[in-house]
């Protein structure tokens, strides 16, 4: 509700898995149960990234794989269960349009998702935090 308030009318095909929000310059498109190399492909000509928006507080695997990038990321998420510099933005009306309308905004949004990626979600990364939680608990 929030985006079609922001961008205007909304229309759906009922034969795709999409939702296409059409305002004054800009589209949103929501895809669902699509693909992972086709996820990839639109992430990559994205603008911006939504991820969870839902009451669960937490950004899934779509959030890494989009600040992996460069791109920004909207996601209902517990600012608590992550660290301070998370760039993960909360979903509000204001922000997201200051993004879908400002590309220096996209630009500086999209470079701290891809330092946070690199620093955060980097396999190497991953494994050694692995492998440290298992020494420390043998």
Same mark, same amino acid.
């Given at each position: ?19 296409? @929000?059409? $305002?004054?310059? %800009?589209?949103?498109?929501v895809?669902?149960n699509? *693909?992972?190399e086709?996820? !990839?492909?639109?992430?990559?000509s ?11 507080? @937490?950004? $899934?695997t779509? %959030?890494a794989e ?5 791109? *920004?990321?909207?996601?209902? !998420? ?7 510099d ?13 993004? %879908?309308?400002h ?6 949004w999209?470079k701290r998702?891809?330092?946070?990626a ?5 396999s ?5 935090k ?9």
């Open positions: 509700e929030m985006f079609v308030k922001a961008f205007g009318r909304k229309s759906t095909d009922a034969g795709r898995n999409d939702l296409v @929000i059409r $305002g004054d310059g %800009a589209n949103l498109l895809y669902f699509i *693909p992972h086709l996820a !990839i492909r639109v992430m990559r994205a603008d911006i990234v939504i991820d969870q928006i839902g009451p669960h507080g @937490i950004y $899934g779509v %959030a989009a600040m992996a990038l460069g791109k *920004p990321v909207f996601a209902n !998420i517990e600012r608590g269960f992550y660290p301070e998370c760039p993960v933005l909360m979903p509000r009306a204001l922000k997201f349009v200051e993004l %879908a309308f590309e220096d905004a996209r630009k500086y999209g998702g891809r330092e946070y690199e620093r955060v979600h980097d190497v990364v991953v494994a050694k692995a492998l440290d939680t298992y020494t420390a608990n043998l």
